[in-house]
Structures are given as structure tokens and as C-alpha cells.
């Protein structure tokens, strides 16, 4: 007897239900609609009801950090329903809901590092090309200064040649000069004693 009516009062406790839960979830079905991207807070692991109160069938479990579509939130009972990666719909604790998640935010900051490494990778090598420049344009100028040297060195040797050409062209217009004057010296000395000589047979003449 106390079987059956243990039996009996079950039964209807399980027809209360699901009444509760078909006139509940209809309702639900008049709130606010629009879906919304969110997150399952990260380090979790939660259940997924087939209403908004933990009183209703789970439908399984959503994993920590997953992606979600939020379809409709019940603020009195604190549940969320929501449409994970696996096109499951259900109700979760709206505490567990978040605006971002910690491995999405990892996964973003990978790809900025990623492209910061790839951009300092491309400065590096910008770097090496222009030291190897640096290098290539400072062997050019040791190269040019030497050349300029050499220039240099051979306008002296030519200085120094045209120098020497100049002093033996002075001591040749030199001599060439002294002799022109004992030349002249020498004819003037030649032509006094033969007049002299002339003056003194024409004295002798005169005499006779």
C-alpha cells in the first residue's frame, strides 16, 4: 500500500514538472529574442538545462571558454539560453556568461605577438641590409680617400718635378746668359786693342 502511494506521488510530481517546465519555457519564448555573441567564463565547467532553473532536465555540459549565441535571458531566475558550437540550445547560470574569454584573449594575443615577431623579424633584417650598405659605403670611402692620397702624392712628385725643371731652366737661361755677356765682354776687349793697335800704326805712319 505505502509502495503505491509513494508510486502514485512521484507520478505526479514528475506530470508537475514537466506542466511547470511546457508553461515556463512558452513563456520564456515571448521574452526578447536577439541573439548576442558571448563566452563561458573560463575555468568552468557548467550544465546545460532544458529551462532556466536548475530544476530542469540537464542537456549536457559546456566547456569553459566556449563560444556562444545568447537567444534570451531570464533575470529573475538568474539563467541564460544559449546556442553553443554545437547547435545545442539550453539555459546556463548567467553568472557563467562573459563578454570575452580568457582563451580567445590568448589566442589574439598570440596572433599580436605573432605579427610584433614577423614585424621585428623584417626590422632585423632592414637592419643587417643597411649595415651591410653601412659597411659596403665605408670600404668605398677608404677605397676613395686612398685613391686621393695617391692623387695627391703624384700632384706632388709633379710639383716637385715641375720644380725642377724650372731651376734648371733658370740656371740655363744663366749660363746661357753669362756667356752672351762674357761674350760681349770679350768682343769689346778684342775690338779696343785692335783700334789701339790701328791708332798706334797710324802714328807710325804719320812719323814716316
Not at 542537456?59 to 537567444?71: D, Y
Not at 768682343?187 to 804719320?206: C, E, M, N, P
Request: proline share 0%; charged share 25%.
Amino acid at each position: 500500500m505505502i509502495k503505491r502511494l509513494i508510486f502514485l506521488l512521484a507520478f505526479t510530481m514528475h506530470f508537475s514538472l514537466q506542466a511547470q517546465e511546457v508553461s515556463e519555457t512558452d513563456s520564456s519564448d515571448d521574452a526578447a529574442s536577439d541573439t548576442t555573441s558571448a563566452y563561458i567564463s573560463d575555468d568552468l565547467f557548467i550544465y546545460m538545462h532544458s529551462g532556466p532553473g536548475t530544476n530542469y532536465r540537464i542537456l549536457g555540459s559546456v566547456t569553459a571558454g566556449s563560444a556562444i549565441s545568447v537567444l534570451n535571458t531570464d533575470d529573475d531566475a538568474g539563467f541564460t539560453e544559449i546556442s553553443d558550437e554545437r547547435d545545442r540550445t539550453g539555459w546556463v547560470k548567467s553568472e557563467f556568461v562573459s563578454d570575452s574569454s580568457i582563451r580567445f584573449q590568448l589566442s589574439e594575443l598570440q596572433d599580436q605577438l605573432d605579427s610584433a615577431q614577423s614585424s621585428t623579424q623584417d626590422q632585423s633584417d632592414s637592419i643587417l641590409r643597411l649595415e651591410s650598405q653601412l659597411r659596403a659605403a665605408e670600404q668605398a670611402n677608404i677605397e676613395l680617400e686612398q685613391q686621393l692620397e695617391e692623387q695627391v702624392q703624384k700632384a706632388a712628385q709633379l710639383e716637385q718635378q715641375l720644380s725642377l725643371q724650372t731651376t734648371d731652366a733658370d740656371k740655363e737661361m744663366f749660363y746661357r746668359g753669362a756667356i752672351v755677356a762674357g761674350s760681349g765682354l770679350l768682343l769689346g776687349i778684342l775690338l779696343t786693342l785692335l783700334l789701339r793697335r790701328k791708332k798706334r800704326s797710324d802714328a807710325l805712319y804719320d812719323r814716316y
